[in-house]
């Protein structure tokens, strides 16, 4: 293996940076000559290509985004964008390709891998944390930290004031922020997508919070849960809690930002130079996660998203703190 290139694809993520220090600087360590490109599959197909050295990566382990940019590609999508991108491959003599990416970035990969012979090696990222074949992916932690400081910062408020807020997080139709924040930050009720909305409990909640004369509610809404996000929880809330201040903070793109989480920064090397070393050893077309602490390789073709599981212990555990 001669010769790699390394890229990010689709939306950006903390820890993104400190992943491609690690793949350039492993790869460099290994003798291999690397390639990063820019604006991801497009980068591939436009050749974006720009030669990386150790100097490349230096001090950017701690900075959010990614120095080598991102994209969603619609040419990738087709025969003809993934030919140029092959043409644009050999042209460069680039051997093998690692991905840095979430489940459609992956699937794009597998596409290309069945249509062509250059090895992609995938390295998962995502904050909703939705990949089968890793325990977490790269960005997951830091927006988890984010929401919750955010949690945090929102319930001074509401203490002081005697409020109750509805707070969005984001996560698509995957809970594992809003369950992460809302039970860390101690909210009152936390509303996910993987599982149906007892509007008749929740409102039950809320009254016995009134009688009780709690200082402070928050409810902690994912963005893709059937309710439809915080708006409309707050107005059920507004019918329950007449006359009390309903506040709402939708977190927003806040999550996928800014520096890094030590969690993260700590994932992205080990799967960085993991994902050199499976093509130092042979393999391609595989995916290198973290199951139960260990590096473990899913083929591509096997990837797929998956839900946050909420079995009878947990949401008994919500229930019971919230009381």
Not at 182 to 189: F, K
Not at 264 to 291: S, Y
Request: charged share 25%.
């Amino acid at each position: 293996m001669k010769k790699i290139a390394v890229l990010t694809s689709g939306g950006d993520v903390p820890g993104l940076n400190a992943c491609i220090r690690a793949v350039v600087r492993s790869a460099l360590y290994h003798g291999m000559n690397v390639c990063g490109v820019h604006h991801g599959f497009e980068g591939l197909i436009q050749g974006e290509f720009v030669q990386m050295d150790a100097s490349s990566v230096s001090n950017i382990i701690h900075l959010g985004g990614t120095i080598l940019k991102s994209s969603r590609s619609e040419q990738f999508k087709t025969k003809k964008g993934r030919k140029k991108a092959y043409r644009n491959l050999k042209q460069e003599k680039i051997n093998a390709v690692v991905v840095i990416g979430g489940d459609g970035s992956l699937q794009g990969a597998r596409k290309f891998t069945e249509e062509y012979n250059i090895p992609f090696i995938g390295i998962p990222k995502t904050i909703d944390n939705d990949i089968s074949g890793t325990d977490v992916a790269i960005g997951f932690d830091t927006a988890l930290n984010t929401a919750m400081q955010a949690i945090d910062k929102i319930r001074d408020t509401a203490e002081s004031h005697d409020r109750v807020f509805v707070v969005e997080v984001m996560g698509r139709d995957s809970g594992y922020i809003a369950y992460g924040a809302g039970l860390a930050g101690g909210a009152e009720a936390i509303l996910v997508p993987e599982s149906k909305a007892d509007l008749t409990h929740l409102e039950k909640t809320l009254q016995q919070g009134w009688t009780r004369e709690k200082s402070s509610i928050i409810i902690v809404v994912a963005e893709g849960d059937e309710t439809g996000g915080a708006k409309e929880v707050s107005e059920l809330v507004k019918r329950c809690l007449p006359g009390r201040y309903i506040g709402i903070c939708i977190l927003g793109h806040t999550q996928r930002g800014g520096s890094p989480t030590s969690a993260d920064r700590i994932l992205a090397a080990r799967l960085g130079v993991a994902a050199v070393k499976a093509l130092r050893d042979g393999k391609k077309n595989v995916m290198v996660g973290m199951v139960k602490g260990d590096i473990a390789f899913t083929p591509l073709k096997k990837i797929k998203r998956h839900h946050l599981k909420l079995n009878k212990e947990v949401l008994g555990l919500l229930e019971e703190l919230a009381s």
